[in-house]
């Protein structure tokens, strides 16, 4: 068995792999030697939530994208832990889409339960990863942040867990470098009261254009127009929220949109994604992949296929999140502590291309659903990962679709059946609308 | 001779670096294979304008710290080219204090001249410097950053002119994470107009803090706090810009300060500095240090002690800077062509040490001024850079000073005598601070 394992990052993934082998050992299995590294002070990945923005104490790029105000987006009945319900941590019932604050509550909950802190490295951060072939082992560079000295550590397996939400992609458009106003990516948005009484345009028609113009709104702005590139989203906006064809160009602070429409804007919010960025990890072992619900060249979407001691998780496009992030751990876990044996590499990239040549099928969003639910079967059916109502995830998806198309301000207000306990979410006090208090204290009243 | 020399960064440092080789050349000299590295797109530095802040396109931090309507702070008779003239570029007279613009076009007039652009690789990061004791040469990773990939390349000599104004320096005060606005680093500035009607705290009391303090005020801002440390700047200020001592804490968006007093602020600037940092070079080779006359470890100003065949440039707190970084350039450039040999080590430490206490003990910035003087003197008596008038940049400098005191919003209205032609610069068509058109085309009409 292995001596040592990395664990890189310490968010939702990297603290679902930390927990799975702390279950392991509970249930009498000897374990690896484990050492997380985490470049922030403090776990939980990006719902760690800092007012920084751009570089850090250090210099370091900020990790945080996550930003005040922040409610889940799906319902908590489709991320729960199989063996740590929210009825466990809250010892309540809670409705079903909680602010930022009340999700890092729980998540840190079950890491404090296995006393996980012990194995992680806090401001510490991986900057090289490279395989010497003729020892079989990794070669970590890690540096201390506090003082910028670095040192080369050596392991038998690797699993990294990094997220790929941090790094912006940040297009350009005629006329930026002129526009009279603030120009920032979400990643760099943090309070929408900055924006009360502006009119912003949002470019993107994804999950952070569509919470973003929300929030905005919500917290004052005057309009939000938002810019789209593929397809607008279609939802039936409040008032003073309206989408518009790709953005042309700017002439001073007069957007000018595909249709021959313009409109004078104060701000410009790029909404429009993020890139993985595994620039610590030496070429033969990164992972290059857009953001897709399959990556190629990652057996079980987890293994590398060069070199399957190499693992990374949590690294595809999310509906599922938290219970996602465990069974891939779940899994590198069950390899590392030989209890699963790979298949031989033909059969692994044969595996791969299956789920890529299906995925390149999917129609829509229900699709990708059942598609994303199915690779959390595959995987589950292999680990002991505890029993959870897999299918009623599915459906919880497909209704919360349904209450987004019927209405974009309210879909917040709906309550979802537990996957662990079978019991139903009861009404938030407030309509999420109305709601201008996110704090943890007020949502749980 | 050497065969090869790395130059990293094209900004003013490694410009002139080029620029001294090729003037070499052009004088019948051989020199050595040049390679100049560019993380930009284009050169000139800090003076190279991006709307961009936080990351670039490829995830990178982005360089500039620049902003819209900056001017130069410092008369342009402080910093001209001894071998370009203002004149000579310009085909006229112009006045002292230039906007960005200008001093850009400026910059890459000599640039163009020499034709250096061929010695550049555009879009092309270091990620580390080492050196191998047994080859006697460096090892570069070098990274193309349109696809990633990285190369490494060998060389008998680098020259490091990253610059050190891009790293910001972010501290963090009690209420940041509660703050319902902007808080960003002057690093990220960009726009003053995005703060018209607000009113701003801004921490520090150094140039970035009256800078931006009055271009807010001059372009729009309600009421501008400046927040100090360690003591006020005490200039005259115009109605509405106010100093006060340092701030203890946010409660919401009252920010209170030592003195007990307190006050409503909409948004926060963190004009506190920025941090060398050379995290791309190995540990036995980087500079460590704080923005100071002269840093420890560099004899001459450019020679790394341990290693003089790694050179840096510009690394110091700059009064002067273009003609700093020339007889700079001259130096390290007339080493690696074999025309200075440089001291025993312990010659070189005893150099550093006499500068660094006669550093110790400056009482001002008069004493600051001819400390600097005297370095560029120093280095400019063993190298063929074309003679100046160096003791009128310090009259230049210390009239600058008295100017300021006088008045900081009309500082820049003055006219001073070039350290070349001797010819007085004529004043501008519009005060400055009245002008709110920063363009080279207003400028020069
Ligand atoms: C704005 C936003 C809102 C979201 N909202 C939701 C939501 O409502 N519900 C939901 O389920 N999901 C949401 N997500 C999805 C989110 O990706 C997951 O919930 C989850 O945070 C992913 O966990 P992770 O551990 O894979 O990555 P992250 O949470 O990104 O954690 C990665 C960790 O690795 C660390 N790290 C990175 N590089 C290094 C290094 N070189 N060395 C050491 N440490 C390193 C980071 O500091 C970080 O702590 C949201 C994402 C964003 C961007
Ligand atoms: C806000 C501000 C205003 C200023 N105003 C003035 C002024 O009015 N007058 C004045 O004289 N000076 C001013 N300065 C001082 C400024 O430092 C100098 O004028 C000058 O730009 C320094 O030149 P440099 O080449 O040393 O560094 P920079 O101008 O910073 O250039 C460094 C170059 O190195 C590149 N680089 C960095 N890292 C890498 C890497 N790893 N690989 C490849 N390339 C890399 C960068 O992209 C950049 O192009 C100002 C500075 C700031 C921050
Ligand atoms: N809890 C919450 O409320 C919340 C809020 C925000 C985000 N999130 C999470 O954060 C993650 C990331 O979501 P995201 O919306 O930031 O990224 P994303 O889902 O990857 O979407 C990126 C969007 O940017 C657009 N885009 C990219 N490049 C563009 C260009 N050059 N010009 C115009 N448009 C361009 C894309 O358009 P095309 O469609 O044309 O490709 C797409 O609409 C998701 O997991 C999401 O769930 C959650
Ligand atoms: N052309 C222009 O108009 C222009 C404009 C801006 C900048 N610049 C140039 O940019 C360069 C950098 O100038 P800069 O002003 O950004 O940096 P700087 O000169 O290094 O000054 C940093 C300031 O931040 C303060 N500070 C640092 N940490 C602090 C903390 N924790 N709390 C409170 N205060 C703190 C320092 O206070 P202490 O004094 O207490 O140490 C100091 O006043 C200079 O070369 C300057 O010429 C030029």
Known sequence: MASRVAVVGAGPSGLAQLHSFVEARNQGANIPELVCFEKQHDWAGLWNYTWRTGLDEYGDPVHGSMYRYLWSNGPKECLEFADYTFAEHFGKAIPS????????????????????????????????????????????????LADGSTRTEEFDYVIVGTGHFSTPNVPSFEGFAEFPGRILHSHDFR???????????????????????????????????????????GFSWPDGIEEVPLLRKLTGSTAHFADGSSREVDAILLCTGYQHCLNFVEESLRLRTAN???????????????????????????????????????????????????????????DIDAWRTRLDGLADAFEEIDFQADHIADLAKDVDYPEFDLDLTRENFKKWEHDKEASITGYRDRGFTSPCTGSQAPAHHTPWWQELDDSMATFLR
């Not at 070199?307 to 590392?336: C, E, H, I, S």
């Open 97 to 144: 889409f909680p602010p930022r604050e009340v999700l890092y509550d729980y998540i840190t909950g079950r890491a404090k339960k296995n006393n996980i802190r012990q194995y992680i490295q806090f401001a510490t951060a991986v900057r090289w990863i490279s395989y010497d072939e003729t020892k079989e082992t990794f070669e970590l560079i890690v540096e201390t």
């Open 191 to 233: 309070d929408a009261r900055e924006f009360a009484g502006k009119n912003l345009l949002i470019v993107g028609s994804s999950y952070s254009a569509e919470d973003i113009a929300l929030q905005s709104k919500k917290y004052g702005a005057n309009t939000v127009t938002i810019t789209y590139r593929s397809a607008p989203m």
């Open 292 to 350: 897709v619900l399959y990556t190629p060249n990652l057996y079980k979407g987890v293994f590398w296929l060069g070199n399957p001691k190499m693992m990374y998780l949590g690294m595809q496009d999310q509906y599922y999140t938290f219970t996602l992030f465990d069974v891939q751990a779940w899994y590198a876990r069950d390899y590392v502590l030989g209890r699963i044996t790979l298949p031989p590499r033909a059969e692994m990239a044969a």
